[in-house]
């Protein structure tokens, strides 16, 4: 559910190498992104994500991000890979949601003016009607775009909705979209989301990430913070 937080969370996802994985802990990131999804230009193996999982410090998560896949194959990655955090980053239904009851569950939703708020309103019945506890989070992602693209969210929309106190009930709300250490500051002094996430907003190139872009981003985080 939605509550006050000193701290914002900080994901940083499409994460496929043992040394970005190692930089982000440095830089202070609370999880790090797997991708299992093969049409994604950043999608790792998961002999690589067993490596990036194991390398990784205490109170660093490792969060398995799958689109539309089955829960078969979900359980299967999760097990081989020693996940507890799934993202479901597809137009998964609450039934699929409810049938992964095991994971802690981040799901993914797009912000378009005309659906966002009829969206939000069919999830919270489905979520009372289902019980679902364990969908902890909602990532808020550029409608039209997959992960990973950098096009900016719709922040007004998101801003209009949570003053409305249409947020209110709901899971954890994690900003994404768009992120990048020049725009992630305004969103959490506006927003103050439970945690935010980005992914070619700290890269130096598709898949490869930037240990300054990363400390930088996290700096703009707290900034932020400190400002709301």
Request: hydrophobic share 45%; charged share 25%.
């Amino acid at each position: 559910m939605i509550v006050a937080v000193n701290r914002t969370r900080v994901k940083i996802c499409g994460v496929g190498h043992v040394d970005d994985a190692l930089a982000a802990a440095r830089a202070g990131a609370d999880a790090i992104g797997l991708i299992f999804h093969p049409a994604a230009k950043r999608n790792v193996s998961i002999d690589r994500a067993i490596e990036i999982a194991r390398c990784l410090p205490p109170f660093v998560t490792p969060v398995g991000l799958f689109v539309d896949a089955p829960p078969a194959h979900i359980r299967e990655v999760a097990g081989r890979v020693g996940l507890r955090h799934i993202q479901l980053h597809g137009h998964e239904p609450a039934e699929l949601v409810a049938e992964l009851r095991e994971f802690t569950i981040l799901k993914a939703i797009r912000v378009d003016p005309a659906t966002f708020g009829p969206e939000l309103d069919a999830w919270r019945v489905q979520i009372r009607k289902h019980k679902l506890d364990h969908l902890q989070g909602f990532v808020l992602e550029t409608a039209g775009a997959s992960g990973g693209n950098g096009k900016a969210n719709d922040w007004e929309t998101v801003n209009r909705h949570r003053q409305r106190g249409d947020l209110i009930g709901l899971p954890h709300l994690i900003a994404a979209g768009g992120l990048t250490p020049d725009t992630v500051e305004r969103v959490v002094r506006d927003l103050r989301p439970w945690a935010v996430d980005v992914s070619s907003g700290v890269e130096d190139q598709p898949g490869r990430k930037s240990q300054q872009r990363m400390d930088a981003f996290i700096r703009a985080v707290r900034s932020g913070e400190r400002e709301a």
